[in-house]
């Protein structure tokens, strides 16, 4: 499966950035998804995963209750929906497909979230 992130941007403190993770070759009901982001300086660090139906999400600790994973099967897509977005977001955001476990086999190219205070 390829993967391509989109929908990074610039944008001010509070404000929110939907990211999508669009998917080719294979249907991504098929993975568990994850999308993680580095920072500048920053090692790669977790952000949020679901499994292959959407119905168990999980989250890193800082991104509970602002960030939002969410599969849509229609498009053949992750979306990752931040909101309340601070500074401290900023990183390029990548998202990853897997089958089993936290092993992710495959990754986008990452797209650019810029939060601006």
């Known amino acids: 499966v390829q993967l391509q992130a989109s929908g990074g941007g610039l944008v001010q403190a509070g404000g929110s950035l939907r990211l999508s993770c669009a998917a080719s070759?294979?249907?991504?009901?098929?993975?568990?998804m994850a999308w993680f982001r580095q920072a500048p300086g920053k090692e790669r660090e977790f952000v949020a995963a679901?499994?292959?139906?959407?119905?168990?999400?999980n989250y890193a600790d800082s991104m509970k209750g602002r960030f939002i994973i969410f599969r849509d099967s229609a498009k053949n897509s992750v979306d990752l929906h931040a909101n309340s977005l601070k500074p401290e977001d900023t990183a390029v955001y990548y998202c990853a497909a897997g089958r089993v476990g936290s092993v992710w086999t495959h990754w986008g190219h990452g797209t650019l979230v810029t939060v601006s205070s």
């Open positions: 070759g294979r249907t991504l009901s098929d993975y568990r």
């Open positions: 679901t499994n292959w139906n959407g119905l168990s999400t």
